[in-house]
């Protein structure tokens, strides 16, 4: 599941400090800093950015998603992750397509893409929908 929908919102906390109603760029521009704080990291591995959590603002049970660093299995690109658990979440990256920051739903292991009905079966977290 791709979204690229501009009227998604995120309310993002960092060291205590809320940073409401943002764009999926602006989340991005916020948290970019800490991608290449640790210079070195393992294909597919994530950090944790200390004391950084993200709520989608339409959601109602305030479902916390707690902010990551990601290291693409290659080159050297680094993904912001919004995730839910351990396993699944968000994947926040610019799309080389169209250069456009999208988030992708993303659950750590899977070994390939699943279909739309697929991933509907297995999605847990919350989904974003714009209004």
Not at 56 to 74: G, P, Q
Not at 77 to 95: F, Q, S, T, V
Not at 111 to 122: C, D, G, Q, T, V
């Amino acid at each position: 599941m791709i979204i690229n929908d501009e009227n998604i919102f995120i309310d993002v906390i960092v060291d205590d400090e809320k940073f409401s109603h943002l764009s999926i760029s602006e989340v991005e521009e916020l948290l970019n800093k800490y991608k290449y704080q640790k210079n070195e990291m393992k294909p597919k591995e994530m950090i944790s950015i200390p004391k950084c959590y993200a709520y989608f603002c339409e959601d109602n049970e305030n479902n916390e998603f707690r902010c990551k660093i990601y290291k693409t299995a290659f080159g050297s690109d680094r993904w912001i992750m919004l995730m839910y658990d351990e396993n699944e979440g968000y994947a926040l990256y610019k799309n080389p397509e169209n250069n456009k920051y999208e988030l992708a739903w993303y659950h750590r292991k899977l070994e390939k893409p699943l279909n739309a009905s697929e991933e509907e079966k297995i999605i847990k977290c919350y989904i974003p929908i714009g209004k």
